[in-house]
């Protein structure tokens, strides 16, 4: 590595963690005003004093959270996870920043040796399985240090992909640790002017087309224009390293139980779209369901736009001039604003079926507990419900179940009114 200092990687033990029983939603309830140096401070110097890491990948955009760290404690625990694959620039860089930030604790978690021979001993691992890759290059490596802490700090933000859409300031990990976000409110634009504003040196290779730096195999140059990570895993369909994988595992957003109306997954979550307004700018608009004949008219910017977006159809809606371009959005909401208008079913049924819609599909409008079964038929996984019984239906699993259809979707299905030899043959299928 060029010239920097990097200390051994710390066993600490887990300390018990009193944020738990505080809970998390109530730590997003009560910074989520707060500005990205104030939520690390806060947690850094109050919540989880001396129970914190942060972990920095040094890349294109990591001075940011990295300044915020010299302003708060420069003695704070700076995690990089040395793959052995990085770009010579990028080792440059942690010595670059660690110099100019007055960072004295930056620590290099490296893979373990016996893995390496044992998974990787060609170096090649990257090229035909990259998941395993990262798994014993950076989750690993990653997952003993951080043992030690109750808590550690991303420099994640929510604009980067629709996976990090509803990222919130406090996340609770699947082994009961604190991921702390300060930047999850960020826009690419706010990034730039933090850079600017406080003259942070940039990495190397930043003006020379690399927008987003991992490791040297699976980092590529990005095109004007294209998003800053669709240089990472080229060609592959991955976006994460598995660093992050448990992201939503347990996200709480500040709002009372009422404002939580999307249920997904089996819980009612805060929704992070809202609908489209009169005056909302295609190309700059996000997290925003648009309606599908404003889509058509000016689709162009709607495909320029880098941010997440959603959109809506309506009864009467032709889903068919929309399917070449439906990949581009995270979520399609289906319009059902009345009882007894069923055009939404057939709706999501072509989005889904015929055109292979893989994000989020949910019902939006009337939405009623004995609707729900019929809707997820179609394809339907979330549901924007406001009616309290239906509410309460779904918060106890207390859903009508309905076995028999007058239009069964896929094989399974007993169309009514068949005899009862045909539906046994059915449903033995
Ligand atoms: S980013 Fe690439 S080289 Fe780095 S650990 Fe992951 S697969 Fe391996």
Redesign the pocket.
Not at 214 to 218: D, L, T, W
């Given at each position: 590595m060029a010239a920097t200092s990097l200390a051994a990687a710390p066993f600490r033990q887990h300390k018990p963690d009193k944020l738990r029983q505080l809970g998390i939603m109530s730590l997003n309830g009560m910074f989520d005003e707060m500005d990205g140096v104030g939520v690390l401070r806060q947690a850094a110097t109050d919540l989880l004093k001396d129970d914190i890491a942060i972990v920095s990948s040094f890349g294109a955009d990591s001075a940011v959270l990295l300044h915020m760290v010299s302003e708060v404690d420069r003695t704070l625990p700076v995690c990089f996870l040395e793959?052995g694959?990085h770009f010579p620039e990028t080792l440059d860089y942690v010595a670059t920043l660690e110099r100019a930030l007055g960072l004295s604790n930056v620590i290099a978690l490296r893979p373990d040796d016996k893995d390496v021979l044992r998974f990787d001993p060609g170096g090649d691992?990257?090229e035909t399985d990259?998941?395993s890759?990262?798994h014993?290059?950076?989750t690993e490596p990653l997952d003993v240090a951080v043992s030690g802490f109750g808590g550690w700090v991303t420099g994640r933000k929510r604009y980067q992909t629709a996976e990090r859409g509803v990222l919130p300031h406090f996340e609770l990990t699947s082994d009961d640790r604190i991921k702390v976000n300060p930047l999850a409110y960020f826009s690419d634009a706010d990034i730039t002017a933090y850079k600017l504003k406080y003259g942070l040196p940039e990495h190397p290779l930043y003006t020379k087309g690399y927008k987003s730096i991992?490791?040297?195999?699976?980092t590529s140059v990005v095109a004007e224009g294209e998003d800053p990570r669709a240089g990472r895993?080229r060609g592959l369909n991955k976006k994460e390293?598995g660093i992050h994988f448990d992201f939503n595992g347990a996200i709480a957003k500040p709002m009372a139980a009422e404002d939580l109306t999307l249920f997904k997954d089996g819980a009612f979550i805060a929704d992070p779209f809202r609908a489209w307004s009169e005056g909302d700018d295609a190309a700059s608009v996000r997290y925003t369901h648009v309606p599908l004949p404003v889509f058509l008219a000016q689709r162009d910017a709607f495909l320029a736009n880098p941010h997440p977006l959603g959109l809506l159809v309506a009864p009467g809606d032709n889903v068919e001039l929309a399917a070449p371009d439906l990949s581009r959005f995270a979520s399609v909401a289906i319009a059902f604003p009345g009882f007894t208008d069923g055009r939404g079913y057939s709706s999501a049924r072509l989005v889904v079926e015929r055109h292979g819609y893989k994000g989020e599909v949910r019902a939006v409008g009337d939405v009623l507990a004995d609707q729900i079964p019929l809707m997820r038929r179609c394809g339907i996984t979330a549901f924007v419900v406001r009616h309290e019984p239906t509410r309460k239906a779904l918060r106890e699993g207390k859903l009508a179940t309905v076995d028999v259809f007058y239009q069964p979707v896929g094989k399974t299905e007993v169309p009514l009114g068949t005899r009862p030899f045909l539906r046994r043959a059915v449903e033995n299928v």
């Open positions: 793959t694959k691992l990257w990259p998941d890759c990262c014993v290059r950076k991992g490791c040297a195999p699976c895993w390293c």
